[in-house]
Structures are given as C-alpha cells and as structure tokens.
C-alpha cells in the first residue's frame, strides 16, 4: 500500500532557484525519509528526519515533519541540473520498527538550465 | 549504487516463462528487500529477509518467490503466475540494529513479451 503522496507530482524550476516538495502521510511514523531517483537507477538515500524532530539540514537539503498533520516537506536550495531526478518519501511504521519502509509516489523534479 | 549488484540490467522474457532476477551484496547487511516499480509510480514491496533462511512476504508478493540462502544474496523469481511481470525491479539491503536507511541497486527492467 502506497503510505505517502507526494505534492506536486512534477515541478520545473529554472537553475539556481529553490524546490519544494511535500509529503503526506496516513498513519503514525517511527521516521521518515527521503529518496532521489535518477532515471532509470537505483534510489539514493538523501536524509532522514525521526518523528520527534521538526527539522533538519544536510547540505543544500532541508527537511521539516509535522507530525500532527502528518505532513513533511523537502527544501532544496539553489537548485542545479544534477538535481534533476524523482524524489520519494518513505515512512517507518511504529510497529515494523526498522523493518520495513512504505514509500509514496514522488515527484519528477526538473531543473531548467 | 553502493555494495548492491543486479543483474542483468534488461531482461526480456516470453510470456509463460519463469524468470529469476540476481542481487548481490557485499555490505554484510543482514537485511534485502525487493521492490517493483512501474512507470510513474512509487516502489512497492515485494519480498524481504531480515536473515539468512527466512523471508516475509511484501504488499505484492502473489506470482514471485525468493530464496535467502546466503547472506550475500537474494534472488527474485517472477513465476508465470505474476499476471504482469513487465516492471523495474529494484533490490535493497539494511544493516540490521542500524537506521531505516536502505541501500539500493540500480535494477533490473523486466520486459516480458
């Protein structure tokens, strides 16, 4: 079963300006995630944010998690070309512990030279 | 991609045919996953082991099986009971005890004809 949803689906933005991509969730969360997807390639793990934590940075990443309306978004700053992929939420379910993560649809990010 | 080998990158197949797919890890993670991904859509879970010897099955396990008989490997058959086989299949692993954070191949198209 898909968990999350991602917002929007696809979003083109011209080189150098931020992206912002949102997740929404069903259920109650051990964490969440957030994956890259180039192209026909394999997911690249980008970050990790646990559900007593509101927000985080790594890089030009920054994620929030808003638990009470089981929501999260994505801030990528200054956007470049190789930021061009899909990106994926994937939420750790309470219950599974680590075991198993559910993952939304994503968004096709393209950055417009 | 990390430690994580499939192969081979396409595949194709006639109808009717049982396929096996091959994924490999050098990472010792105890833990491998398999996923279908079909066009537009988020990853969906097929099979995973947490140890050697011992699989669960995913949210769409029905026409696959797998085996786990080594701590390296976990190869994915696509029975000719899966009514549509044609999908990216993707393998993950987990370190076990560690974070969610899973560690993808660059997977395989299956094209089946």
């Known amino acids: 079963s898909q968990q999350g949803e991602e917002d929007p689906q696809a979003l083109s933005i011209q080189e150098g300006e931020n992206a912002t991509m949102n997740c929404s969730y069903k259920?109650?969360?051990?964490?969440l995630q957030w994956y890259r997807q180039n192209s026909g390639r394999g997911l690249v793990h980008l970050i990790l944010?646990?559900?007593?934590?509101r927000e985080k940075h790594s890089g030009r990443l920054r994620v929030t998690l808003d638990t009470s309306k089981k929501s999260s978004s994505l801030l990528i700053t200054a956007s470049r070309a190789a930021d061009t992929a899909s990106y994926f939420c994937?939420?750790?379910?309470?219950?599974?512990?680590?075991?198993?993560?559910?993952f939304g649809t994503g968004t096709r990010l393209t950055i417009i030279p | 991609d990390g430690g994580i080998t499939q192969s081979p990158k396409y595949l194709f197949r006639k109808e009717g045919q049982n396929v096996t797919l091959s994924c490999e890890q050098n990472?010792?993670?105890?833990?491998m996953y398999w996923y279908r991904q079909d066009p537009g859509q988020g990853l969906r879970l097929i099979y995973y082991?947490?140890?050697?010897?011992?699989?669960q099955k995913g949210d769409i396990a029905e026409g696959y099986s797998v085996s786990r008989e080594k701590k390296e490997s976990f190869p994915l058959t696509v029975t000719s009971a899966q009514k549509n086989p044609t999908a990216f299949y993707l393998c993950?692993?987990?370190?076990?005890?560690?974070?969610?954070?899973?560690?993808f191949g660059p997977g395989t198209r299956l094209t089946v004809l």
């Open positions: 994937a939420t750790s379910p309470p219950n599974f512990g680590n075991e198993k993560l559910t």
């Open positions: 259920t109650s969360i051990n964490n």
């Open positions: 944010i646990r559900s007593n934590e």
């Open positions: 990472l010792n993670h105890d833990a």
């Open positions: 082991s947490q140890i050697v010897n011992d699989f």
């Open positions: 993950a692993s987990r370190k076990s005890g560690a974070t969610d954070t899973q560690y």
